[in-house]
């Protein structure tokens, strides 16, 4: 783990200059369209046809498939089991298995549920892949969203990666000092105090500090924060980000039509 | 006028029945260097904190007396006010890192989009500071990637880029290894010259006693000692107070015992001075 | 007070400041009981701290983005679930405005609310991505556990729908212990210590 937690990766690609607001919109918009829009193979789609084109684009292919597959192929398998075998009115069944029998609907509604999912999950995971948090945070906290929630997202991909350290450091310390992390349930549930305790409380002690730290450094004041990186923004970018809400107003007006 | 005053300060913290500060009386005028000593608990953070406005401010409790610093009255400002013209440097270096900025030279400007300095003029100020704070090759670091030295120059160099008026330093070289003390020693130094205005907590003596112009000593929350370091220094009822003595002076009590230091030439504190102390005792 | 004040009210500098510290409790606590091998998930104990001090919506926030995290870095499972990890925060913070966080009985009272409320908004998500197993979620809590490592014992010992009131309340339980460790003057820095201030 790096000392900070992102997926970002620096590559000077097209997608990697577009402004974050616009990158995010388009992630909204497909996961809008795979969730809500027309036809069965469309988010399947979706992700073969529009993000993975994309990230080629973006020069993260190779990342990009990886990474989605990775994070979703145990999801999907878990969701096709579960739904082929239990999927509620499922008739036509395709074979059995002792006292299991897998049904073509539970196994079409898996890949229509998992299609989808993987449009949401590898959306966000392409905006990640081509915008550095900092980035995204930055022209967010611009066009008004607040400065706490800007600062509480970016300090956490910083710290959780510091108190993981910290807490293996304990773990090696309580480890050499005899703790012993197998035994029966009552023994493994003794050891959790010695491991959870000292990191807890040491990194309760540091919060009044960086609290203080940050106040001296004037988070709290009034005006309005002002921003040393400059985020770009073209008008070819804001007129795509009109069209894809146009896109998703008409694919809710498709969803609501009584037709 | 004194850029700080401070008349007859009493503080408790909330619930506290004991002050942490008890009857102080300061003055610091523009420039000069004010070091604080004391034992552990005699009230030298709860001192750095009265200055720098959190106390009562931030920590809330009871402060009675009167402070008056870089313009501005405690008792009619909020920390805000402070903020704009205090800056405030303690002891741990980690926990000054705001966490939300990837990259030293952004955690430098972090203060300057604070105070909603326009961005053309960020730049300039921020190299001045990664050359004051000699840690301009690191700029694209992350702050996490640095050593306890460098994380508190860091700290240095992202207070002194919002310009305070006057410089706050609550033992910062505590939790440093001695090369890393070595170098915010320089930095503070530096900034002394230049015409800074500083009060610094600190426990290495022989340091502050060699840079400061004046020096405070606390026990319990009051004042036991008030003037120029060498004069502090001799005070026999120091270490009563838990007040570490520099080891020069401690040598010189031993050789004066012994009749190998004249009993009416003043004990010294830094090395300079014990050396040219025991040249002349000796002949 | 309106939404927005009663937003407001959770987040002072020591909310901003505990927030990703206790995300990261969440996450290492987590990690730890799945070492021990522990039939419980203890993973929301910071979620649970934050919103007994700081508020609901603070510790709504947590939740999410802890559940969030911990789906991106550990285990994508888990990402579906992000409205259970917000319901937890949500309701664990009015639980302890209407005085559920002050004593250890009612802490109980707090988790088993807590547990309840999990359940609850689960069913919806576990019913679109599992197709209908919904009722007793003990087929998705036996699958869900062996996928992630856990002992046979524990998988079938947590069949047993006594796990998650238990999880939830040895969570509560253990928030309450981490605030009882720490002193008046600390916790009076927080938007709300009177949630687990006894008398003044």
Known sequence: MSDRLSFYVER???????????????????????????????????????????????????????????????????????????????????????????????????????????VMVSSFLLLFLCTHPSALMNDLARRGAPAALSYIITSTLQILPQMQAKASAIQDAQSSRGLNTGGNLIQRTRSLLPLVGPLVFGSLVDIEERAIAIEARGFMLPEKKTSLIDIPDTRPEAIFRWGMLLLILLTTGYRLWPS | MAIIEMRNLTYHYPLAETPALHGIDLEVQQGEFLAVVGANGSGKS?????????????????????LNIAGIDTHQSGLMDFVRRVGLVFQNPFNQISGSKFSVYEEIAFGLENLAVPPTEMRARIDAMLDLTGIRDLADRSP?????????????ASILVMQPQVLILDEPTSQLDPIGSREVFQVIKDLSRQGMTIVMAEHKIEWVAEFADRMLVLSQGEIIGNGKPSEILSLPQLPEHGVGISRYTTVARLAQKEGLWPS??????????????????LG | MNIIQSIKKDFNTMTLVLIPVAIAINVVIGQIVVLLK????????????????????AGALT?????????????????????????????????AVAGLFRTW???VITGILVALTAAVVSTPISVYLYGGITASGSSFITAF????????????????????????????????????????????????PENVLVGK
């Open chain 1, 12 to 118: 000077s690609s097209l997608l990697h200059r577009l402004n974050p607001l616009t990158k995010l919109t388009l992630a909204f918009t497909l996961i809008f369209l795979a969730f809500f829009g027309p036809g069965y193979w469309l988010p399947a789609g979706l992700y073969l046809f529009v993000l993975i084109p994309l990230s080629f684009l973006g020069g993260v292919g190779k990342d990009f498939v990886r990474t989605s597959l990775r994070l979703l192929l145990p999801l999907f398998l878990f969701l096709f089991v579960m739904q082929s075998l239990f999927y509620p009115g499922g008739k036509t069944v395709i074979f059995s298995l002792w006292i299991f029998s897998v049904k073509s609907e539970g196994m079409a509604f898996a890949f229509l549920t998992a299609s989808r999912i993987l």
């Open chain 2, 46 to 66: 709860s001192l750095c904190y009265a200055l720098s406005g959190f106390v009562p401010h931030f920590f809330k409790g009871k402060l009675e007396g009167q």
């Open chain 2, 144 to 156: 996490y990637a640095l050593s306890g030295g460098q994380q508190q120059r860091l700290a240095l």
């Open chain 2, 264 to 281: 009416d030439q003043a004990l010294p504190v830094t090395l300079t001075e014990a050396v040219a102390g025991f040249q002349e005792a």
């Open chain 3, 38 to 57: 522990l039939p419980v998930y203890l993973d929301s104990v910071g979620t649970v701290l934050v919103a007994a001090i700081c508020g609901p919506w």
């Open chain 3, 63 to 95: 939740g999410t983005l802890s559940n969030i995290i911990w789906g991106l870095i550990i285990d994508p499972n888990a990402l579906p679930w992000f409205p259970v990890a917000m319901f937890i925060g949500f309701v664990a913070g009015w639980a």
């Open chain 3, 105 to 107: 009985w009612k802490v």
């Open chain 3, 145 to 192: 556990l062996l996928q992630s490592g856990r002992d046979l014992v524990s998988a079938v010992l947590s069949t047993n729908f006594i796990v998650e009131p238990i999880d939830k309340i040895a969570t509560s339980l253990l928030a309450f212990a981490i605030i009882k460790g720490l002193s008046v003057r600390y916790l009076s820095r927080f938007p709300r």
